[in-house]
């Protein structure tokens, strides 16, 4: 079992910066995948960002260039720092885990934060 809980988000205008963490319990988290997702008011949970035990990682589309999924192995900690941001990228941020699986790009989370509230003023 693997519980997970998020911190960092808040309020910052647009162009501003935030790192969300995700801390981690259980000692088998190094092998594990994390991601971030996002969710808006009124529409469907998205995918982020991903990053596997080897530090691999993949990206949304929407913010390629601009966040960056890193991790902390020693610290079972994973982190989404977020820079030139956009009203639209404000959402409610998840953070999961899973067990490896053969690509980031697929499959599904086993493991879920309650979420941080990320608002982007313009």
């Known amino acids: 079992q693997v519980q997970l809980v998020e911190s960092g988000g808040g309020l910052v205008q647009a162009g501003g910066s935030l790192r969300l963490s995700c801390a981690a319990s259980?000692?088998?988290?190094?092998?594990?995948?994390g991601g971030w997702f996002r969710q808006a008011p009124g529409k469907e949970r998205d995918f982020v960002a991903a990053i596997d035990w080897s530090h691999s990682t993949f990206y949304a589309d929407s913010v390629k260039g601009r966040f960056t999924i890193s991790r902390d192995n020693a610290k079972n900690t994973v982190y989404l720092q977020m820079n030139s941001l956009k009203p639209e990228d404000t959402a409610v941020y998840f953070c999961?885990?899973?067990?490896?699986?053969?690509?980031?790009?697929?499959?599904?989370?086993?493991?879920w934060g309650q979420g941080t509230q990320v608002t982007v003023s313009s």
């Open positions: 999961a885990a899973r067990r490896p699986v053969p690509s980031l790009r697929t499959g599904e989370y086993d493991y």
């Open positions: 259980g000692r088998t988290f190094s092998f594990y995948d």
